[in-house]
């Protein structure tokens, strides 16, 4: 018969064994419990036999456990951007400025005008190169300046006006009416008709183009014309001729075949005024 006593003994030794196990197990790191490789599990005791027990000479082993190689993620904690709705080139403490134009002062300088935003408008005043000074329009009001007997005025709709002290104020400048078209001239002559002692006629007619005289037989068949620069013509022995006189011009008529018997008329009027006759031979 076995005596109780080493089976109490032996009972004693697995619980000191498991007891170990268990503050092995609490002794861990925190960080073993998310490692990449476990710890292999506990032999598996099979039915009928005993845990083996385990000799309280020698202190329990931890299982080496290998450490992680991801690193630990830290929230960022660095402030989130919010996109910049400046445009850019432009400060951002300071609208940006819009040149609208150009205007000249009653002095000679200029003045040039700037959009800032809504009911904004700026207009900067230069003498040559140098900037006099800076006019500001705002919340739809007029802004006033003046500098050396100038004075400036900026309107909201971004128009300037301005006058020079002891000058008169500059007046709207009258329309000035458009000069009619002129009318086409219409050629206006005067004509004179004169009988001529060979029975045929002769109109002495004045126009734009100056004095002629159209000749023309008593039925109306034409004959032909003289003026000033081609003043002679024959027909039939008879020679017709236009003559200047000082300011007045004389149409003569000349009867080739009794040896040179004339008559001379006023041009203006076609009245005989002269007559000359050829004293015969016989």
Known sequence: MRSPRPTRRRTA????AVLAGATAVLAL?????FADSPAAPDPQVLPGVEQPAVDPTF????????P??????????????????VPAGASPTKPARGYVTTARLAD????????????????????????LGTLVSRDGRPAYGQNNGLHVTLYPNGTVSSWVE?????????QSKPKPKPKPVVEQE?????VMPDGNVAEAVYGVHGKRVDLSTANGHRLGTIDLKDPNALNDGWMYKLVRDGRHVKFVVID???GGNSWVYDFDSGKLIERYTVASGE
Do not use: C, L, N, W
């Not at 202190?59 to 290998?66: F, G, H």
């Not at 002891?166 to 009258?174: L, N, R, T, V």
């Open 108 to 131: 000679g300088s200029v003045a040039k005008i700037y959009e800032i935003g809504v009911d904004h408008v700026e207009a900067d005043v230069f003498a040559g190169s140098t900037k």
């Open 166 to 174: 002891d000058a008169p104020k500059p007046q709207p400048k009258p």
């Open 59 to 66: 202190p329990p082993t931890t299982p080496q456990t290998v």
């Open 190 to 194: 005067s004509a004179a008709r004169i």
């Open 256 to 258: 080739g075949k009794s």
């Open 13 to 16: 030794f697995r619980t000191a």
């Open 29 to 33: 790191p925190v960080g073993a419990a």
């Open 68 to 85: 992680s190689t991801v690193p630990p993620t830290t929230p960022s904690t660095a402030p989130q951007t919010v996109p910049s709705t």
